[in-house]
């Protein structure tokens, strides 16, 4: 399988700060890398897929790219809402999830 | 609604079995592939297995081969997750999660239902 790696594992931002997360995969996953947002309690929600795809119904400040083995999830401007755990997938070999980026308020 | 509910989690000891179920609503199971993903307190999301539109294919994490099976019903509009042999750390919210087609990202998600294995 491929294995996920996110960085950084945590972070401290601000409202209205950009905000990138990083994952990269062992080997390539061609586009078959996903994100994902989850609050304490709940279950994850699809924000990204196919790595830039956005699901539908999720804000448009949030944006996924990359290639080759780097991908990146960027949030343009945080918002309260979006102070979570973030997750990267890869879905092509298997199925592995990165540990996970908490995003905490500053 | 589209919605997935979870249900069958409990309390168990070392070696015991639970089996989980997963009942869809507002949509038929038969076009998609589904999984199940676990969360162990406090860590991150685990990709379980998973089990094809028709059931012919099913895949399982190496940590839970011939110990879990993965089932589905689609006249019942259910999906299932038989559990053998449990171990402690086998200890975790239990989600089902629909796979969207030809992409194999989760797009809906139960609301989990808790396994906890302890003597």
């Known amino acids: 399988d491929i294995q996920v790696t996110q960085s950084p594992s945590s972070l401290s931002a601000s409202i209205g700060d950009r905000v990138s997360i990083t994952c990269r995969a062992s080997?390539?996953?061609?586009?078959?890398l996903n994100w994902y947002q989850q609050k304490p309690g709940k279950a994850p929600k699809l924000l990204i897929y196919?790595?830039?795809s956005l699901q539908t119904g999720v804000p448009s400040r949030f944006s996924g790219s990359g290639s080759g083995t780097d991908f990146t999830l960027t949030i343009s401007s945080l918002q309260p809402e979006d102070f979570a755990t973030y997750y990267c997938?890869?879905?092509?070999?298997?199925?592995?999830f990165g540990q996970g980026t908490k995003v905490e308020i500053k | 609604e589209v919605q997935l509910v979870e249900s069958g989690g409990g309390l168990v000891q070392p070696g015991g079995s639970l089996r989980l179920s997963c009942a869809a609503s507002g949509f038929s199971l038969s076009p998609y592939w589904m999984s199940w993903v676990r969360q162990a307190p406090g860590k991150g999301l685990e990709w379980v297995a998973n089990i094809k539109q028709d059931g012919s294919e099913k895949y399982y994490v190496d940590s839970v081969k011939g110990r879990f099976t993965i089932s589905r019903d689609n006249a019942k509009n259910s999906l299932y997750l038989q559990i053998n042999s449990l171990r402690v750390e086998d200890t975790a919210v239990y989600y089902c999660?629909?796979?969207?087609?030809?992409?194999?990202?989760?797009?809906?998600w139960g609301q989990g239902t808790m396994v906890t294995v302890s003597s």
């Open positions: 080997q390539s996953p061609s586009s078959f």
């Open positions: 999660a629909r796979g969207i087609p030809g992409e194999d990202a989760f797009d809906i």
């Open positions: 997938q890869q879905s092509f070999i298997g199925w592995t």
């Open positions: 196919g790595a830039s």
